[in-house]
């Protein structure tokens, strides 16, 4: 599968923001600047992250292609949009580009299927064969690294339709599976809180029912 030698890394002195306020903040990001390009260095950074991550038998066989050729995210961004609403179609019957509500959850996902073409950097997350429970710490580990330079991140997913065409597009091989994409970027707005169930509603204690005293 790979040739490379496993090799330890040094935390890297860029990742300074606490543990606490990386967890505690992050969330999806879908207004991104077009504008503001991802340094090569800060990719590295998050690359680096995501390969600490823990996988089943420490296997490592997530690989990601991180793409920043705009012209190559703008042809991605076409596909991405199309398999976005293709997804819709599927479970509502709707039409691409049709109205969303204000107060839809949505909305904002349906304006990442615009944006995506105009990214500043995607990261498509793919393995030899291996389950998502071995694939998304490392993914988590890529967004949290992100948050963590200040970088927008959100986890989304495509629709069968596209991809072959999303493999053409960049010559992935025939023997690897598709996880996941992320796109990144600095935002257009803040990273701010996100809103989440209790532990209490979420987390039982030594009996499932239970709840825990704290
Ligand atoms: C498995 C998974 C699939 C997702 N798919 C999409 C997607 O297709 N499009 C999108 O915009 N966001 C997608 N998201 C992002 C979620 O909508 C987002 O993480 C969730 O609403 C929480 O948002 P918040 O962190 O801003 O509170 C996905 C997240 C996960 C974990």
Redesign the pocket.
């Known amino acids: 599968m790979s040739d490379a030698e496993p090799i330890a890394l040094d935390p890297p002195e860029e990742l300074s923001i606490s543990l606490g306020e990386a967890m505690f903040t992050?969330?999806?990001?879908?207004r991104l600047d077009p504008d503001r390009p991802i340094a090569a260095a800060d990719l590295k950074i998050m690359m680096d992250a995501a390969s600490k991550a823990p996988t089943g038998a420490n296997i490592q066989p997530v690989r990601m292609l991180v793409v920043t050729d705009r012209a190559k995210i703008a042809s991605f961004g076409e596909l991405y949009h199309e398999a976005?609403w293709a997804?819709r179609a599927d479970a509502y019957g709707w039409e691409p580009d049709q109205e969303i509500p204000a107060d839809s959850?949505y909305r904002?996902?349906a304006l990442?299927?615009s944006e995506m073409a105009a990214a500043p950097a995607v990261v498509l997350v793919f393995s030899h064969d291996a389950p998502g429970v071995s694939v998304y710490p490392t993914v988590q580990n890529l967004m949290l690294a992100a948050r963590g330079l200040g970088v927008g991140s959100?986890?989304?997913?495509l629709h069968a339709s596209v991809m072959d065409r999303v493999n053409d597009l960049f010559s992935v091989p025939t023997d690897v599976r598709f996880h996941?994409c992320v796109p990144l970027g600095y935002p257009r707005g803040n990273f701010g809180s996100?809103?989440?169930l209790p532990t209490s509603g979420t987390t039982f204690l030594d009996s499932w029912g239970s709840p825990p005293p704290w």
């Open positions: 992050q969330r999806a990001i879908r976005w997804k959850p904002m996902p990442l299927a959100v986890l989304t997913t996941c996100t809103h989440r």
